[in-house]
Structure formats: structure tokens, C-alpha cells
């Protein structure tokens, strides 16, 4: 009784830095949405390399070229395949040059949407961050804890050997008088 009541104070404070997690990290806008079609996958875990449009103004000829940009997209589950329409949408940092996160599939090239993993959603994607920052949290304090306990045990070690130095100092310079008082 006492786990599951842990687990649903665990789950609910989870939710709960989820939730103030996605409102800090947007300024409580809603991220905006972006286009494209994935060019490579299955070369890096977890990531591919969408394509999306855009156009560029040239000065000199007074018109727009196309100049599209290529992101790489951090794919949680792993089920995006080379030429499928996708929706991305920025997020939080992945690593140094993944900003995007896929939010879901459009048109899928190839295997069905229903056959791959699914893609998980926002609240899901900030649920397993808060759950992996809440268990690093519980580490650290742990490690903490075990590091002051080694740090007191040590402490407490070196007192008892100076303690014991000095037993046996002041035994030898009281060692003769006790000794004769002993025989007595």
C-alpha cells in the first residue's frame, strides 16, 4: 500500500513539473509548426534530416529563390522512414545541433503509419523529460547523502585514531606512576 501510494505521489509530481516545464520553456505560446520531408534516416539513432521549403529574396535580380533548410530532428521512436512528409516543430535542445522534435507523421513513404512505432506527443515527450530530471534529482540527492555519510564515517575514523594516539601518550607518560601503583 505504501508503493502505490509513493508511485502516485511520484506520477503526480511528474505531471505536475511536466506541465510547468512546457509552460516556462514556450512563454505559454504555442511552438509553431514547420513542414518538411525527411532526406535521411536511419543513419544516427534517434535522429533524421528533414528538408524544409523556404525562399530567399535576391536584391540584384528582384526575385525570390527557393532555399530550403535542412534540420536534423530528433525522432524519439524511431519511425520515420527516408521520404516521409513530416511535421516539426522546435524543441528543447537534444543535443548541440538538434533543436526539432517531430510532431507527426503526414504522408508516410513506404511502411504504414500503423505499423511503425507510434510518435509520441508533447505531453508524453515533456512526461519522460520530467520523469528522467525527477529520477537524476533523486540520484544526485542520494549520492549526496552517501557522500556526506562517507565524509562523517572518515571524520569520526580519523578523531578515533587521534583519540587512540593520545590514550597512548598519556599511557606512557603515566606508564611509570601506574605502574607502581598497580603493584600496590
Not at 512546457?22 to 505559454?28: E, P
Request: with cysteine.
Amino acid at each position: 500500500m505504501a508503493t502505490s501510494t509513493t508511485a502516485a505521489a511520484a506520477a503526480s509530481s511528474v505531471a505536475a513539473l511536466a506541465a510547468q516545464m512546457s509552460k516556462t520553456a514556450c512563454g505559454g505560446k504555442p511552438f509553431r509548426e514547420l513542414h518538411g520531408v525527411v532526406v535521411s534516416a536511419g543513419l544516427m539513432q534517434r535522429t533524421v534530416k528533414v528538408r524544409v521549403g523556404g525562399q530567399k529574396w535576391n536584391s540584384f535580380l528582384q526575385k525570390h529563390f527557393d532555399a530550403p533548410k535542412t534540420y536534423l530532428v530528433h525522432d524519439p521512436a524511431d519511425s520515420l522512414r527516408t521520404g516521409d512528409v513530416v511535421s516539426i516543430t522546435p524543441g528543447f535542445r537534444t543535443s548541440k545541433t538538434k533543436r526539432h522534435v517531430v510532431k507527426s507523421i503526414i504522408a508516410p513513404a513506404g511502411v504504414p503509419v500503423e505499423e511503425r512505432p507510434a510518435v509520441p506527443s508533447e505531453t508524453e515527450r515533456w512526461e519522460r523529460k520530467a520523469a528522467k530530471k525527477l529520477a537524476k534529482e533523486e540520484r544526485k540527492t542520494l549520492r549526496d547523502h552517501a557522500q556526506k555519510t562517507a565524509d562523517a564515517l572518515e571524520h569520526a575514523e580519523r578523531l578515533a585514531r587521534k583519540a587512540h594516539r593520545e590514550i597512548l601518550l598519556r599511557k606512557r607518560i603515566l606508564g611509570g606512576g601506574a605502574a607502581v601503583a598497580g603493584e600496590e
